[in-house]
């Protein structure tokens, strides 16, 4: 029977993005919710799967009451992928027998797998309760709790967990993460400490701690950690992501773009690592390749202005003027403040890079109209206005000044 918490729990990850957590990921197979025989079976598998449930059949049908045989066939469906036919049998046997501990906790899992959250939280209760001594169905219901977010029971619950075995370096680890999204740091890098010591192999620990020491910016010790726990799984790739963004984020840009290659190779429909990608290629003025890297990001989700946005900064930085303003323009429909006020930069920058007399008039004044707009849009950062450096030469113009002075 394959459970949810175990010694290395399948039902849990995190991950970062720049500092903060997404939600639980539920990493499980895709339930087989067809009454058949799953078509992934060898057909020795289908053959053996058929014969032994066609025998136990044929004893429920001489003893209809026995709810152990109803449980055996649950047994059978669930191990083969069918999961709706297991889910029915272990409902009968808890018809026949309310009683029995096993029966409650074998449908919580099945239940949890079909993404029943609340069914399986019910079921784990009860064969808890029925048996406080059923710890496997403990665990689970401590994962299960955790994964619906509900961190004070969670954290609770290991703590019961931990009174059992207070050597259980998993249980520690996780525990950390439900105090962490509890937003109790201090009392989750205890626990993420004490999962190490016990354990130097817990990659999900180093994982867990690099995220407090990036929430206190200890970037080195961040960075550490998550070079360890990909050391001890090279094949996970969130660690890397999150190492990624924190080079990005420290200025380390050619350690990020090492990183994130690596990312993009397993996740090569992932529009953020692109995006984030061609940021780091700004940041080193390749710009071609971050033009490439934004338009992919752009590829793969068209409907995400912020692309567009990005790409406007890319194309502004290298010198594509028409190009940026161009992008800028999308945005007008839903942040015309934001939109007016980056195409006047734009305009202003071109005008300071500009030769001819007349040509360089022009874009003043295309700039000095923008940002009357983004200022009629909303916007009244005046000091930022002041400030910006793209506007020095708008600083002597009168239009510019009015807008400063009647704000």
Not at 18 to 23: I, L, N, R
Not at 146 to 151: A, G, I, P, Q, R
Not at 212 to 232: C, G, N, P, V, W
Request: charged share 30%; with cysteine.
């Amino acid at each position: 029977m394959k459970t949810i918490g175990g010694e290395k729990p399948i039902a849990i990850r995190f991950f970062i993005k720049s500092g903060a957590f997404y939600a639980f990921q539920i990493q499980s197979a895709t339930p087989q919710i067809e009454n058949s025989i799953p078509a992934a079976l060898s057909q020795e598998e289908r053959t053996e799967y058929e014969r032994e449930n066609r025998r136990l059949s044929e004893a429920i049908e001489q003893e209809s009451a026995n709810a152990s045989l109803y449980f055996k066939r649950a047994e059978l469906h669930y191990k083969k992928g069918n999961e709706k036919l297991a889910l029915a049998d272990y409902t009968k046997a808890i018809e026949l027998e309310p009683n029995r501990s096993e029966f409650y906790h074998h449908r919580g899992v099945v239940n949890f797998f079909l993404t029943e959250y609340p069914l399986a939280l019910d079921d784990f209760d009860k064969a808890v309760e029925l048996n406080p001594k059923n710890f496997p169905a403990l665990k689970d219901l401590t994962w299960t709790n955790l994964v619906v977010n509900n961190l004070e029971k969670a954290a609770e619950l290991f703590g019961k967990i931990l009174e059992i075995t207070p050597d259980d370096p998993i249980a520690y680890c996780y525990r950390g993460f439900s105090y962490q999204l509890k937003e109790q740091p201090e009392r989750a890098l205890v626990d993420f400490n004490k999962a190490i010591k016990l354990d130097e192999t817990c990659h999900d620990a180093y994982y867990g701690r690099s995220n407090i020491y990036f929430e206190q910016k200890k970037y080195k010790q961040a960075i550490a950690d998550l070079t360890k726990a990909i050391s001890l799984k090279p094949s996970e790739t969130h660690p890397v992501k999150s190492r990624a963004m924190i080079y990005f984020l420290t200025n380390q840009y050619e350690l990020a773009l090492k990183d994130l290659s690596k990312v993009i190779a397993f996740d090569a429909n992932n529009p953020m690592l692109y995006k984030t990608r061609a940021f780091s290629y700004l940041r080193l003025n390749d710009f071609p390749r971050a033009i490439a890297d934004i338009n992919r990001s752009i590829e793969l989700d068209p409907d995400d202005l912020d692309n567009y946005k990005s790409r406007g900064v890319i194309h502004a930085s290298a010198g594509n003027y028409d190009s940026a303003i161009e992008d800028y323009k999308r945005v007008i429909p839903s942040e015309p403040s934001w939109a007016y006020y980056e195409i006047a930069k734009v305009y202003s920058h071109r005008a300071s890079k500009q030769t001819e007399s007349q040509k360089k008039k022009q874009d003043v004044l295309l700039a000095l109209d923008c940002l009357e707009k983004a200022v009629q849009s909303g916007f009244n950062d005046w000091n930022k206005m002041k400030r910006e450096p793209q506007f020095i030469p708008l600083r002597q113009e009168s239009r510019f000044q009015q807008l400063i002075e009647n704000r």
